[in-house]
């Protein structure tokens, strides 16, 4: 039976037409996208806010209602904005992420802390008295009452951990504090985050963007990452950190989304499909805890642990450096916007 072979110009032509057939195709693609993102930028913007622009299961884009997306949606949005094959994934998203931004001139909220003459002081036992033994106990019970009622005069030596310590720490920089052991790192990061420990004199000034501690929730702005790492020891990574994002709630991710989404309408510019879509779902509840939870795991490589449990000394579970991960993540899922990290070398364990 005789075989039939294209002539070399029969295969430029049938290559040309497949070529016109791919630009066709991928025109009428960018037109439809185009169509959907005109028709989704003519709604109000706390629809905007709830819908994006997809492809659809038959192809083309489509309009959905961001409450709608299912888990599979979801795990292929994140995907296609953050793909497993390329290595610079995070420094890519972060400057499409930081483009969208600056084409409307919106800037993100800094942090600027301030500390001026901050001192910190407590009173203890000094000598034989401090020595933690049970005797010694009963009677520091005994005189701490009678110095509360006023029977007793107080025998506490005044210690003093920080000293006229004044600095500032810019925002969007990284400031890397280094001491001996017992020269008041902790106590200094704890008094800059708001979380003084009781029994502790404050004097000084902490501020942030000019506001001091007492005007404003500390909790909400500022996290303090402990050396210790207490954990859930049933739960899995991915479940610790999906808690940790519910409890602390969406933060002002939705205003600034919102006022990005009205300046973009007002300058006609129509944002990419899927960073959009990927956005909206990173501060929308019910998905919020998903996608940030799924960021999170990714940039602090707990990616292949996220499914073991945490365990501690009783159940076996992930690593000692692993730990230290987890509980930088607790934070990180939040929307504290200035983190103080104590004891940070245990990263690289």
Known sequence: MAH??????????????SSRRKIEEKDEEEAMKVAAMEKLQRLPTYDRARKAVLRGITGGFKEIDMKDLGFTERRELFDRVMPMDDE??????????????????????????????????TEAYAGRKAVPTVMNSFVNVVKGIGTKIGVLRIQKKRISILKD????????????LLGPPGSGKSTLLKALSGKTETGLKSTGKVTYNGHELHEFVPERTAGYIDQYD????????????????????????????????????????????????????????????????????????????????????????????QKKRVTTGEMLVGPVGAFFMDNIFRWFR
Request: aromatic letters at 6%; hydrophobic letters at 35%; proline letters at 3%.
């Open 4 to 17: 039939y072979r294209a002539s070399s110009e029969e295969e430029n032509m049938m290559n040309r037409a």
């Open 88 to 121: 610079d994934w995070h420094g890519e998203y972060l400057r499409r992420l930081k483009s969208r931004f600056d084409r409307v001139s919106l800037n993100l909220p800094t942090i600027e802390v301030r500390f001026e003459d901050l001192n910190l002081t």
């Open 165 to 176: 310590v004044s600095g500032i720490i810019k925002p969007g920089r990284l400031t890397l």
């Open 230 to 321: 207490v954990h859930l020891p049933d739960l899995t990574v991915r479940e610790t950190l999906k808690f940790s994002a519910r409890c602390q709630g969406l933060g002002t991710g939705y205003d600034m989304l919102a006022e990005l989404l009205r300046r973009e309408k007002d300058l006609n510019i129509k944002p990419e499909p899927y960073l959009d879509a990927l956005m909206k779902a990173s501060v929308m509840k019910g998905h919020k805890e998903y996608v940030v939870t799924d960021y999170v795991l990714k940039v602090l490589g707990l990616e292949m642990c996220a499914d073991t449990i945490v365990g501690n000394h009783m159940k076996r579970g992930i690593s000692g450096g």
